[in-house]
């Protein structure tokens, strides 16, 4: 029989993966090298007396999160703008097409994770 499974997000990298039912604690991370880089994060958090809510980030990480983000931004407004002047089903799928090329870059390996 097989166990009932629940998803969860990593709590290092935010990707969604299974976790099985069973004994000891659920997984926290998606993988070993996402358990690892919240080590040590943890471990720099302390060093340099940073609460649980703080964090530092590199100037180029949060330039580039904040281009991505315009870029979905941007794609949202002209979505919203095909979408009302949409006369075919195709004019709706180049809609969405294009919603989403703009919003897989923020799903993939982010440069903070």
């Known amino acids: 029989m097989t166990k009932?499974?629940?998803t969860r997000r990593c709590r290092w990298c935010g990707r969604a993966f299974e976790v099985f039912a069973g004994p000891g604690r659920p997984r926290a991370y998606c993988k070993a090298s996402c358990r690892q880089a919240d080590y040590v994060a943890r471990q720099r958090r302390d060093e340099v007396g940073l609460s649980e809510s703080e964090l530092i980030?590199?100037?180029r990480d949060l330039d580039e999160l904040r281009d991505k983000?315009?870029?979905l931004e941007a794609?949202?407004?002209d979505v919203d703008r095909?979408?009302?002047e949409a006369e075919s089903e195709?004019?709706?799928r180049d809609a969405l097409q294009w919603l989403l090329d703009a919003a897989r870059p923020l799903m993939g390996e982010s440069?903070?994770?």
């Open 111 to 113: 440069s903070l994770t």
């Open 75 to 77: 794609a949202v407004e």
């Open 90 to 92: 195709q004019d709706l």
């Open 4 to 6: 009932p499974r629940d």
């Open 57 to 59: 980030v590199a100037r």
């Open 69 to 71: 983000l315009y870029a």
């Open 82 to 84: 095909d979408l009302a």
